[in-house]
């Protein structure tokens, strides 16, 4: 496991105005900072900086002789604020309904300051971490040379807003509060079909329930054990607050002026950030730019697809990465 790392306390202030001082905290993997050209991986949202080696959450894209190639690349990978990972609660955040996606991606920009990074050969991340690196982009629009935004969109949907609505209803209940929400959350990461595929009906004699119940179960039992409420409460609502200021004479000037290439992969059965709408940011976007590229994962999966079509990801990733 590569070494967590601490950075010097970041003083910055939030959308709303309110002065924060926070210590982020992040990974590094492969070559030498400043020897090889920089990856920076957001992680969604139950995820964290571990993105590589034997513990890893990506490391099947993410590794020597990978797709993102450790003999090649510098990779980075920051905890977001809150999140829990230091393993001592330093950075809970309990003023969370303060912060933004947009908060997220200033203090990133500020972390890699503070590190001497001033850009990135590539930024890419999934699902909430995707959503950070729109944010990012849109920050510093040419400071990057490839973004990739997965199973993600550049603004929360009414639907992705009603169900951290409901996530947050479900976590300021009194009785395992976490447990319930990941189970709810689990459907909602997944599909009809896939589920259906999966479990087909499997009744579990020994526990006196459906698999599929064994399963939710399962995952709302183990979320528990790694991560914390305040933790989950946070990144639950940075889900709401994606792109919550953006007008579409934001989009056009960012497409206009950015000289970052585009590479939106979305998931085709995706439930979570449905496919329309991310074609929709594409097609608004192409209207002004010329390198944006749009790419489909095929799977009954839903959201989570971007977990678990590695080959499919391997295949639409390698040509980027081939090219540093």
Same mark, same amino acid.
């Given at each position: 496991?590569?070494?967590?790392?601490?950075?010097?306390?970041?003083?910055?202030?939030?959308?709303?105005?309110?002065?924060?001082?926070?210590?982020?905290?992040?990974?590094?993997?492969?070559?030498?900072?400043? !020897?090889?050209?920089?990856?920076?991986?957001?992680?969604?949202?139950?995820?964290?900086?571990?993105?590589?080696?034997?513990?890893?959450?990506?490391?099947?894209?993410?590794?020597? /002789?990978?797709?993102?190639?450790?003999?090649?690349?510098?990779?980075?990978?920051?905890?977001?604020?809150?999140?829990?990972?230091?393993?001592?609660?330093?950075?809970?955040?309990?003023?969370?309904?303060?912060?933004?996606?947009?908060? #997220?991606?200033?203090?990133?920009?500020?972390?890699?300051?503070?590190?001497?990074?001033?850009?990135?050969?590539?930024?890419?991340?999934?699902?909430?971490?995707? *959503?950070?690196?729109?944010?990012?982009?849109?920050?510093?629009?040419?400071?990057?040379?490839?973004?990739?935004? #997965?199973?993600?969109?550049?603004?929360?949907?009414?639907?992705?807003?009603?169900?951290?609505?409901?996530?947050?209803? #479900?976590?300021?209940?009194?009785? !395992?509060?976490?447990?319930?929400?990941?189970?709810? *959350?689990?459907?909602?990461?997944?599909?009809?079909?896939?589920?259906?595929?999966?479990?087909?009906?499997?009744?579990?004699?020994?526990?006196?329930?459906?698999?599929?119940?064994?399963?939710?179960?399962?995952?709302?039992?183990?979320?528990?054990?790694?991560?914390?409420?305040?933790?989950?409460?946070?990144?639950?609502?940075?889900?709401?607050?994606?792109?919550?200021?953006? /007008?579409?004479?934001?989009?056009?000037?960012?497409?206009?002026? /950015?000289?970052?290439?585009?590479?939106?992969?979305?998931?085709?059965?995706?439930?979570?950030? /449905?496919?329309?709408?991310?074609?929709?940011?594409?097609?608004?976007?192409?209207?002004?730019?010329?390198?944006?590229?749009?790419?489909?994962?095929?799977?009954?999966?839903?959201?989570?697809?971007?977990? #678990?079509?590695?080959? !499919?990801?391997?295949?639409?990733?390698?040509?980027?990465?081939?090219?540093?």
């Amino acid at each position: 496991m590569s070494q967590l790392q601490v950075l010097p306390t970041i003083s910055f202030q939030l959308q709303n105005g309110v002065d924060q001082q926070l210590n982020v905290t992040y990974q590094l993997f492969g070559q030498a900072l400043h !020897q090889a050209p920089i990856v920076l991986v957001n992680h969604a949202l139950t995820g964290n900086s571990q993105v590589a080696r034997e513990e890893g959450w990506w490391s099947n894209l993410i590794g020597e /002789t990978k797709v993102i190639d450790l003999n090649r690349f510098t990779v980075i990978a920051f905890n977001i604020p809150g999140n829990g990972f230091d393993k001592e609660d330093k950075n809970l955040i309990h003023n969370y309904k303060e912060y933004t996606t947009k908060d #997220i991606a200033t203090i990133y920009w500020k972390s890699l300051e503070q590190i001497g990074i001033n850009e990135l050969f590539a930024l890419i991340g999934g699902s909430l971490g995707g *959503a950070i690196a729109w944010e990012m982009a849109l920050l510093e629009p040419k400071k990057i040379k490839h973004l990739i935004p #997965i199973a993600t969109n550049i603004k929360a949907s009414d639907w992705l807003i009603g169900n951290a609505h409901i996530q947050e209803s #479900i976590l300021n209940q009194q009785e !395992q509060p976490l447990e319930k929400a990941r189970m709810h *959350a689990m459907l909602l990461y997944r599909t009809p079909e896939s589920i259906q595929e999966k479990f087909k009906g499997t009744y579990n004699e020994n526990k006196n329930c459906y698999a599929v119940e064994d399963w939710l179960n399962y995952h709302g039992d183990s979320l528990q054990k790694r991560f914390t409420l305040a933790s989950y409460k946070m990144m639950n609502h940075l889900l709401r607050t994606i792109g919550q200021e953006l /007008t579409s004479e934001d989009l056009e000037q960012f497409a206009k002026t /950015t000289s970052v290439t585009i590479h939106c992969i979305y998931v085709d059965s995706d439930y979570m950030f /449905t496919s329309r709408e991310q074609i929709n940011t594409v097609q608004s976007i192409a209207n002004h730019k010329k390198d944006i590229h749009l790419y489909s994962i095929q799977s009954i999966h839903g959201h989570d697809a971007f977990l #678990i079509e590695y080959e !499919q990801l391997n295949t639409l990733l390698q040509p980027i990465f081939k090219k540093a």
